[in-house]
């Protein structure tokens, strides 16, 4: 059973700060995908990181998948109030475990103005 | 294109009850999963459909239960009530692998 453990768990910042969250296993994977969950909704898909090594940009925040595909960071430059919410980082199963996508359990960020 | 919708948005139900939690994917997706959100175990994997067949099945009870229906709408099904199973119950729907789309969720209150 593939385990994607998260960092930190929380994390209370100021608005215009900088900030970084990981999401590591011991598993390789495919692909690992970032999710962000607002109070009152389901997750949505920031970003979904394919090759080892890759690194990829949307606005402000840049997420990196690891040479060895096996951990992720996510990287918030000048956070903003509009950044709080519940990041999640999750990856396929494969083999017995296909159609299974497995979350970490997420770091609850809080921008404060 | 209307989102993934859940019904109802909100239930209370108390131990021993049963429950039925109601999932519309977007239009022509064809793959549903079920998801169970919690405080202290996150966002756990129940089990996956695809036209009307269950493909995979996370570690939860036999109390747990779903089905798909030949329109690709989902329900699950939760018997005998338990207080742990007061959680955030969340529906998704995708196609292949990929990007998946959730629904607002059901929180469901066991007392």
């Known amino acids: 059973t593939q385990l994607l453990e998260q960092s930190p768990q929380f994390l209370s910042i100021q608005e215009g700060e900088n900030l970084t969250v990981y999401c590591n296993s011991s598993?390789?994977?495919?692909?690992l995908q970032w999710y962000r969950q607002e109070p009152g909704e389901g997750p949505v898909l920031l970003v979904t990181v394919v090759t080892g090594g890759e690194v990829k940009k949307l606005k402000r925040l840049t997420f990196q998948f690891g040479d060895a595909r096996k951990d992720s960071s996510l990287h918030i430059t000048a956070a903003q109030t509009g950044d709080t919410g519940l990041y999640l980082c999750a990856a396929w199963g494969s083999g017995g475990s296909n159609y299974k996508l497995t979350f970490g359990k997420g770091t609850l960020l809080t921008v404060n103005p | 294109k209307a989102g993934v919708t859940q019904t109802p948005r909100y239930l209370i139900k108390t131990r021993g009850q049963q429950v039925t939690l109601s999932c519309s994917p977007i239009s022509g997706h064809r793959s549903v999963s079920w998801y169970q959100q919690t405080p202290g175990q996150g966002l756990q994997f129940l089990f996956e459909y695809f036209s009307e067949t269950q493909r995979n099945k996370g570690n939860f009870p036999g109390r747990f239960s779903g089905r798909q229906f030949s329109n690709s709408r989902s329900e699950m099904n939760v018997s005998t009530l338990e207080l742990g199973d007061s959680a955030l119950y969340l529906c998704?729907?995708?196609?292949?692998?990929?990007?998946?789309?959730f629904g607002p969720g059901t929180r469901l209150t066991v007392l």
């Open positions: 598993s390789v994977f495919s692909s």
């Open positions: 998704a729907s995708g196609q292949q692998n990929n990007e998946q789309f």
